[in-house]
């Protein structure tokens, strides 16, 4: 491969994802006929190098043969969430140094008056500086240099590893964040320095701080973890740049990822909704609810259009905004390995404690002893024992009946069948009430979409969920428990800038408004062409953030090419406003507050047919049975034919109940619903579609 063209259909390309429990392998061997080699690992908590390293020895494909490693990794997003991050200090203007904790006032319970909330920069590490912007970026006060220079030196005698340089409406003008981080660069000992605008260009001092803090904070943790995998992989031969998956579902470079470490946060979740949007593009289904299920989580995500929903308004927990665009994903922690109880007042409840990778659940034989929805599941026959991975010492199905009858049905006044099947239904509600949040709470209807399931647990409740939901059909693609992993080779390259206006429409300056997309076009660009894999066509989107004057909400209407006068954004909003909330307000006038522009390198298109080796398909349905086992479907067991999803036929349809079976998920057809395949192998699932 020459490096700087980047990978051709010719080349050896690898995915890896990390994930809470397994890391996931996909490697496409372009000079073999595309020939597919996966691979799925417990993931190493420890060193996620390792277990990345693991996952491409598993395929025994020599490393230094790789042409192009793409990788998506929960490092930063682990680290924001479990509150592992780097110490850092904050530079701010004189009278702002509580703006991280005071936020938007809101609370982190719904009800009650009592919470917890721990700001991401200590207070005392939270230093201020004379200097103030008017919001227009005048200069009201100079900025204090020899403040800046003493404020940097405290810092550094506190022992923090980054810093951030936030202003007050830097936005508007950014001379004084750029004149500090010039000073602080002549003390600091490192790269590690974060300026607000710089990553986020946006009004809104919380927000904006919130990120800038993100940013900072998690840094030298990707950079460590980046400088790992980079030895790992260059003992072992591989000499070539490796990219990093971003939240916002495109990919960069993994010498320039760091600089801006905050867009890696949902870097996993992001990756398997770009495979979905291109798995259903090549099925015919442009409007998807995906959903990821896990060992550890459940993620779901709106694609309409073949186009996933992105939004820069993410806050992964309370307080915690990071106002970079991200494919929006909504979690709940419901995923294969999560624990079930009872509770005091005798309720089943399910997650969002997690039994994680170790020990891992029962059915494992790692150590576990409590109940998970994966441990349900076998319990109920819809996994084989035989068939789990990565499994230490298999525990028998009587073991784990004896633990659901005790810690679960005892106090539920249940047998451990019932029991299970408790657990199975608490789950699905949860994860129902996760799709309902990306789908009718934003005005869609979920009857308009097809289900997308994948992950290694979610192909056994799609059926169950799509039924709960109306979703006519489910789409279940070739490789379910890879799909995150197979995101992360179909990804294009990805660059999103935002910069704020916030004008009213009606005075607005069209000249100017242009000149900021085109600029904003023009520095995407750049970094498309500065990258080290070669897009085949640039595709550039622009977006504009909008309210009604007055309003604090803000709603993001997608911009046609070419320009855009007063009168055709004023008319965009207001159709994107109903659309949205079904109200129609023609005497209030709205308001442009950011402009977005995104600029996304087309990679070339992947046959995906390969997923599942077509040599290995039996010539019909009956030859691809493994077994008849009893399964429980509501309430009772029911003698269920299973097969082996590798050997379907390609033109294979059959009405449930029936099981399918392969190396990295199991799929539950119930009674009443009808299955089919495509030409890519995917299964498709019309519920309530069984022949009479």
Request: negative net charge.
């Amino acid at each position: 491969m020459d490096e700087k063209n980047g990978a051709s259909s010719e080349s050896v390309v690898a995915g890896v994802d990390v994930g809470g429990t397994f890391t996931d392998l996909i490697l496409i061997d372009g000079a073999s006929g595309g020939k597919v080699h996966l691979a799925k690992t417990p993931t190493t908590l420890d060193n996620q190098a390792f277990g990345v390293i693991r996952a491409i020895e598993a395929t025994s494909f020599p490393i230094s043969d790789i042409d192009l490693l793409v990788h998506g990794t929960t490092t930063t997003t682990n680290a924001v969430l479990e509150r592992r991050l780097a110490r850092t200090g904050m530079i701010t203007t004189a009278g702002f140094r509580d703006v991280l904790e005071l936020g938007r006032r809101t609370r982190p319970q719904p009800y009650g008056m009592t919470g917890v909330f721990v700001p991401l920069i200590q207070r005392n590490l939270r230093l201020e500086v004379s200097e103030r912007l008017e919001a227009t970026g005048t200069v009201r006060t100079p900025l204090d240099e020899e403040g800046v220079r003493a404020a940097v030196r405290q810092l550094l005698d506190a022992g923090c590893e980054s810093l951030v340089i936030h202003f007050l409406h830097a936005y508007a003008n950014p001379a004084h964040e750029l004149r500090a981080a010039e000073i602080a660069a002549e003390i600091w000992p490192n790269d590690h320095v974060t300026m607000g605008h710089a990553l986020l260009s946006e009004a809104r001092e919380f927000e904006r701080g919130v990120t800038a803090a993100v940013n900072a904070s998690v840094q030298p943790i990707l950079k460590r973890y980046v400088e790992r995998l980079r030895h790992e992989l260059q003992t072992r031969g591989y000499r070539r740049e490796f990219l990093i998956m971003n939240g916002n579902g495109g990919m960069i470079s993994a010498a320039r990822v760091t600089r801006e470490a905050a867009k890696t946060v949902m870097s996993g979740p992001a990756s398997g909704v770009m495979a979905a949007a291109y798995t259903g593009r090549r099925a015919g289904f442009d409007n998807l609810v995906t959903y990821d299920m896990g060992g550890t989580s459940t993620d779901v995500a709106l694609i309409r259009g073949a186009r996933p929903a992105v939004s820069n308004e993410i806050e992964i927990e309370y307080a915690m905004p990071i106002h970079v665009p991200m494919v929006d994903v909504h979690t709940v922690g419901a995923g294969g390995g999560s624990i079930a109880r009872v509770d005091d007042a005798g309720l089943l409840q399910v997650g969002p404690e997690s039994a994680g990778a170790t020990p891992g659940p029962i059915c494992y034989g790692r150590g576990g002893v409590e109940p998970t929805i994966s441990d349900a599941n076998l319990l109920l026959g819809r996994l084989n024992a035989k068939k789990l991975l990565s499994v230490a010492n298999a525990a028998s199905v009587r073991d784990i009946g004896v633990i659901f009858a005790d810690r679960l049905g005892r106090r539920l006044g249940v047998d451990a069948v019932s029991a299970a099947g408790a657990v199975l239904t608490i789950a699905n509600m949860k994860m129902a009430g996760a799709i309902r949040m990306v789908s009718i709470a934003k005005g869609n209807d979920p009857r308009d979409f097809a289900l997308f399931a994948f992950g290694g647990a979610g192909p056994l409740h799609a059926a169950a969920l799509a039924r709960e939901l109306g979703i006519p059909r489910v789409l279940i693609p070739a490789r379910p428990g890879i799909t995150n992993a197979l995101g992360c080779v179909v990804a294009d390259l990805r660059h999103d800038f935002v910069r704020t206006v916030n004008q009213p429409v009606a005075g607005l300056d069209e000249a100017a408004m242009q000149a900021i997309l085109a600029a904003q076009a023009a520095d995407g660009m750049a970094l498309i062409d500065a990258e080290v894999v070669k897009p085949q066509s640039v595709q550039v989107l622009h977006s504009a953030d909008m309210q009604f004057v007055g309003q604090t909400h803000l709603l993001n209407v997608p911009l046609p090419s070419g320009t855009v006068d007063r009168a055709t954004l004023q008319a965009l909003f207001e159709q994107a406003y109903f659309a949205r909330f079904k109200v129609e307000l023609p005497e209030i006038r709205a308001s442009l507050v950011n402009l977005n522009t995104s600029v996304i390198g087309l990679r070339a298109p992947l046959d995906l047919s390969t997923l599942i080796d077509p040599a290995g398909r039996a010539a019909d349905l009956a030859s691809a049975l493994n077994e008849v086992r009893p399964v429980w479907f509501d309430g009772a067991f029911i003698d269920t034919p299973v097969y082996a999803r590798e050997r379907l036929p390609l033109d294979a349809s059959l009405d449930g109940p029936a099981i399918l079976e392969q190396m990295d998920a199991t799929t539950v057809l119930p009674p009443g619903d009808r299955l089919e395949t495509d030409a890519d192998g995917n299964l498709i699932i019309t519920i309530g579609g069984a022949t009479a």
